[in-house]
C-alpha cells in the first residue's frame, strides 16, 4: 500500500520568478517608456499645420498677391451636392478645383470656402489646408479637385452661393 500512498500524493513544488521572464518583462518597460517619450515629443498635427502656414506669404503681401494671382479654384455646382443629417440639419458637399496657371510650384495652399446668402452674408465657413493635405505638391499649370464638408445648417438658412478664398500660399523651394 505504501506504493499507492506514494503515487497519489501531492507533490509540493517551490515555484520561483524565471530570471529570463523577469528580464523579459522589464525590457518590454523600458521600450514602451521609450516609445512614449519619443511619442510625446513630436508636434501634434495641429503644431505642425501652424508652422507650415506661419512660414507661408498671408493676404496683403506684395509675395502673397503675385502668387494669388495665378490660382484659380472654381465651384463644380453639378457635383456639389446637399444632404439632410440624421440631427434635422443640412451638409454640404462641395467639389471644386483649384488650377495653378502660374510657374511656380506650391507648397502650401490655404483655402477658405464660404457659404453665403442672397446679401453675401456668410452662413457657414471652413477653411482647409489644400496642400500639403489634400495633395502633396499643387504643380505649376496643374488642375486638381478639391472637395470639402460644411455640416449644420439649418434647413431654413439660404444657400445661395459658394466663395473660394485663398488665405495662406507658399512656392516650393
Known amino acids: ?16 520568478f524565471n530570471p529570463i521572464f523577469l528580464g523579459g518583462i522589464s525590457i518590454g518597460l523600458v521600450v514602451l517608456a521609450l516609445a512614449f517619450y519619443f511619442l510625446s515629443r513630436t508636434p501634434s ?4 499645420t501652424n508652422q507650415l502656414i506661419e512660414t507661408a506669404y498671408k493676404p ?16 463644380n455646382d453639378n457635383e456639389t451636392i446637399e444632404s439632410p443629417t440624421g440631427l434635422g440639419t443640412i451638409s454640404m ?4 478645383q483649384i488650377r495653378n496657371k502660374g510657374t511656380h510650384d506650391i507648397s502650401v495652399l490655404e483655402v477658405n470656402v464660404s457659404v453665403v446668402d ?5 452662413v ?7 496642400v500639403p493635405q ?7 499649370g496643374e488642375i486638381v479637385p478639391v472637395s470639402i464638408t460644411l455640416d449644420g445648417f439649418s ?6 452661393l459658394i466663395y473660394w478664398r485663398v488665405t495662406a500660399i507658399k512656392p516650393a523651394s
Open 124 to 130: 457657414k465657413e471652413r477653411r482647409l489646408l489644400f
Open 134 to 140: 489634400q495633395q502633396p505638391i499643387l504643380k505649376a
Open 1 to 16: 500500500m505504501h506504493f499507492m500512498d506514494e503515487m497519489f500524493a501531492s507533490e509540493k513544488r517551490t515555484r520561483r
Open 60 to 75: 496683403g503681401s506684395p509675395e502673397f498677391a503675385e502668387l494669388n494671382k495665378d490660382i484659380i479654384i472654381a465651384t
Open 155 to 160: 434647413p431654413k438658412a439660404e444657400r445661395a
Open 118 to 122: 442672397r446679401q453675401k452674408q456668410v
Open 93 to 96: 458637399f462641395i467639389k471644386g
Open 45 to 48: 498635427i495641429d503644431d505642425q
